[in-house]
């Protein structure tokens, strides 16, 4: 079974960093595409960042561009996004994605459609 599970969101003051992890089971990431997505309230899903193994190289949203980074480790099958100088607006519940078919995504990388498994999501508030 294809399994994601985030965990590393919390409450942070504006300018501080969190770290979201994502262990995934069920399949290596070799092949795949996998990474972050995020929703605020009232608003539509949007990509932050995707590793994409198939094409050898990552994605950022440019709102969060030199502010986060994905890293990963294949041993532990974990996907990591180290935010930095949070923001209120980077306030969200993050979701970790897997696409397997349809592969590579290119440039349609932060549409959520074609990403094939969901975590359960974590929320992230940004506040003094």
């Known amino acids: 079974e294809v399994q994601l599970v985030e965990s590393g969101g919390g409450l942070v003051q504006p300018g501080g960093s969190l770290r979201l992890s994502c262990a995934a089971s069920g399949f290596t990431f070799e092949d795949y595409a996998i990474g972050w997505f995020r929703q605020a309230p009232g608003k539509e899903r949007e990509g932050v960042s995707v590793?994409?193994?198939?094409?050898?190289?990552?994605y950022y949203a440019d709102s969060v561009k030199g502010q986060f980074t994905i890293s990963s480790d294949n041993a532990k099958n974990t996907v990591y996004l180290q935010m930095n100088s949070l923001k209120p607006e980077d306030t969200a519940v993050y979701y970790c994605a897997a696409g397997f078919e349809g592969l590579p995504f290119g440039s349609s990388w932060y549409v959520p459609g074609p990403y094939d498994c969901w975590g359960q999501g974590t929320q992230v508030t940004v506040s003094s």
């Open positions: 590793i994409s193994y198939t094409e050898g190289r990552t």
